[in-house]
């Protein structure tokens, strides 16, 4: 039987039905798909539009336009808009029957030298003694089974450096740390990272954006979903080595909510930054 990790990955591979098309699939839970899902298997399949090996992946603009039906296969279209000397840019539009539901740029870009400069690593505990999300999420399920599910299993392990209480949560500084990493290795292919770390990035990132106030991403009262997502990726890196995902959130105005993230090596080396624009909607009754 694959494993979880492995069944991600299946996932994010998409099928090729002709040069610039193909198709995806979606488990079956959650019951609308995970736009992370949506970036990483668009992500895939503008890579394998790319014929020169040696252009990598250096930006992805997107926008999620419908919520997707995970019972509905997702096609997608490659717009091969530019191939340049030194950046080759694809246009990607995600459909199911015919209706877009997600659109995106990604940009590639050969390898060269230039000038180099970073922000610091935040100063925070490791990831080796802080509890990951999988066994806290079993222990309140056991505990509160009227209001939280059992995780099904995992493919990553995320341990954050300061848990938000889901129970009775409090306004706080919008500012929040998670550590990431595969359960297992996935072999040395840059672009694999790379779709991986797509996926990942639009997990906890909208929940930044309700920190500041007395909500979180299961709160019932709210209606929420990601608007935008932009990813820059600065640094070869491993998406089965540890990773710090710094994120905060600037702004939240007008049924809006707008997070930012930047990922860290172990060793304190940025090699992405994620932004993220978000509806935060108080349901009407």
């Not at 069944?7 to 040069?19: G, I, S, Y």
């Not at 019932?220 to 608007?227: N, R």
Request: proline fraction near 7%; charged fraction near 25%; glycine fraction near 6%.
């Amino acid at each position: 039987m694959a494993t979880h990790l492995e069944k991600l990955l299946a996932l994010l591979k998409v099928d090729r039905v002709d040069k610039y098309l193909f198709t995806g699939r979606s488990p079956r839970f959650p019951p609308r798909v995970f736009g992370g899902q949506v970036l990483a298997q668009s992500l895939n399949a503008a890579i394998r539009t790319v014929d020169d090996s040696g252009r990598m992946p250096h930006s992805m603009h997107a926008y999620f336009l419908r919520p997707g039906n995970p019972k509905k296969q997702i096609v997608y279209e490659v717009d091969p808009i530019r191939d340049g000397r030194s950046y080759t840019t694809r246009r990607v539009v995600a459909k199911q029957e015919g209706i877009a539901i997600f659109s995106t740029s990604v940009s590639f870009h050969i390898e060269e030298k230039g000038f180099e400069h970073q922000f610091p690593m935040p100063d925070v505990p490791g990831p080796e003694k802080l509890e990951d999300d999988f066994d806290y999420w079993n222990r309140m399920s056991e505990q509160y089974p009227d209001r939280f599910e059992k995780p099904s299993g995992q493919a990553f392990f995320r341990r954050p450096v300061k848990r938000r209480d889901f129970l009775n949560p409090q306004p706080q500084e919008p500012v929040q740390n998670y550590w990431f990493r595969l359960v297992d290795t996935i072999g040395e292919q840059p672009i694999l990272h790379q779709t991986v770390l797509a996926y990942i990035s639009d997990h906890t990132l909208l929940g930044a954006a309700l920190l500041a106030h007395p909500a979180t991403g299961r709160s019932s009262e709210l209606s929420m979903a990601s608007l935008d997502h932009a990813i820059w990726f600065h640094q070869p890196f491993r998406a089965d080595e540890w990773l710090l995902y710094h994120q905060d959130s600037p702004s939240a105005f007008g049924a809006r909510g707008f997070s930012r993230g930047s990922f860290y090596t172990q060793s304190g080396r940025l090699v992405a930054s994620v932004a993220q624009e978000s509806m935060l909607r108080k349901k009407t009754t």
